[in-house]
Every structure is written in C-alpha cells, then in structure tokens.
C-alpha cells in the first residue's frame, strides 16, 4: 500500500507501477521521482512540481494537473481526459502520448517533443508550441487558431480539418504532412518547408498561398 504521506515527505521517491488513483498530491514536490508506469488514474496533482520526474506509460486518465510542472518524461503516457490548464511542459518528453478529451488551455509546449502523440480533436487555440517537434502527430480535427507554431517540426503530421486560422507557422517544417481541408485562414507561413504537403481542400485565404 502507498503512503501518501511518505511520497509528500520525499521518503518514497521510487515508485514504478505504483496504484495512486484518486489520490491527492495536489503542491506536491515530485522532482525526479520514478513514478513510470504509475496508475494516476483521476489523481489530484495540481500545482505539483513533477519536473525530470520519470512518467513513461504512467496512466493520468482524468487527473486534474492545472499548474503542474511537467517538464518531465512522459513517454508514451496515457493523459485522455486529464486538465493540464496552465501547466508547464516546455521541453517534455511526450512522444507517443495521448491526450484525447485532454484540456490543455494555457499550456505552453516550447520545445517539447510530441513525436507520434495523440492530439486528435484538442483544443490548442493560442497555444506556444514553438520549436516543439510534432514529427507523426495526430492532429487532425485540432484547434490551432492563434497558436505558435513557428519553427515546430511538423513532418508527416495529420492536420486534416484542423483549424489553423491566424497560426504562425513561420519557418515550421511541414514536409510531408496532410493538411486536407484544414483551415489556414490568415495563416503566418513564410519561410515554412511545404515539401509534398497535402492542402487539398485547404483554406487559404489570407495567406502567401493564396491564389
């Protein structure tokens, strides 16, 4: 059994596969500890500090994690449904991860790396992704109004029906991504690679592009 009260005193640091469902770490200091493969199932970690912690495969489905500091490795983890409003993942390890349902309102994602990761349907509008390596993400049918993708490496990244209007993508790497009848109303894309990107029924209004 795991005591909650040992993990908040740094007692309990080392904790691969740990059951801690439901329970409330919320300003907990976190800092470098093992938690990969930790059921976190609707846990209660907002305002925590869970920077160079270990989370591959960890399972935040639903955990509230408004102003936490993600600033960790997050491999693979499983974060459908959990509210990540405010929190800090600049530079996180998230290949691979899911963030279906997630809310991620005021994130800032700069530099992170979202190689592979589930962003399908995710409300990112305004959100900083800049430099953040979004190599194969799923996108599609994701609100990008407003948000700063300049210099992010998109290639081979689903953007279909994504909403991209006002985004700048200046500079970003977009070879090879599918961007079937996104919206890019107004888009910023000078200096972007668009080495064979699919803009079939693409909005371009506004933009370089514009015929």
Same mark, same amino acid.
């Given at each position: 059994m795991v005591d909650v009260e040992a993990i908040r005193?740094?007692?309990?640091?080392?904790?691969?596969?740990?059951?801690?469902?439901?329970?409330?770490? +919320?300003r907990a200091n976190l800092s470098g500890f093992v938690?990969?493969?930790?059921?976190?199932?609707?846990?209660?970690?907002?305002?925590?500090?869970?920077?160079?912690?270990?989370?591959?495969?960890?399972?935040?489905?639903?955990?509230?994690?408004?102003?936490?500091?993600?600033r960790a490795n997050l491999w693979g983890a499983n974060l459908m449904q959990a509210n990540l409003t405010g929190a800090d993942l600049r530079g996180a390890n998230l290949r691979g991860a899911n963030?279906?349902?997630?809310?991620?309102?005021?994130?800032s994602l700069v530099g992170a790396f979202l190689n592979g990761a589930n962003l399908m349907g995710v409300n990112l509008q305004g959100?900083?992704?800049?430099?953040?390596?979004l190599r194969g993400a799923n996108l599609?049918?994701?609100?990008?109004?407003?948000?700063?993708?300049?210099? +992010?490496?998109?290639?081979?990244a689903v953007l279909n029906e994504a909403s991209l209007e006002e985004a700048d993508l200046r500079a970003a790497n977009?070879?090879?991504a599918s961007l079937s009848h996104a919206n890019l109303l107004c888009a910023e894309i000078e200096g972007a690679n668009l080495a064979g990107v699919n803009l079939v029924g693409a909005c371009l209004l506004g933009t370089s592009l514009a015929a």
């Open positions: 005193a740094g007692v309990q640091r080392q904790l691969p596969g740990a059951d801690l469902e439901d329970e409330d770490l +919320a938690l990969s493969g930790a059921n976190l199932v609707g846990a209660d970690l907002r305002a925590s500090n869970l920077a160079q912690a270990k989370l591959e495969g960890a399972n935040f489905l639903g955990a509230c994690l408004v102003g936490a500091d993600l963030f279906m349902g997630a809310v991620l309102s005021g994130v959100v900083d992704l800049r430099g953040a390596d599609s049918g994701t609100n990008l109004k407003g948000a700063n993708l300049s210099h +992010a490496d998109l290639r081979g977009l070879a090879g």
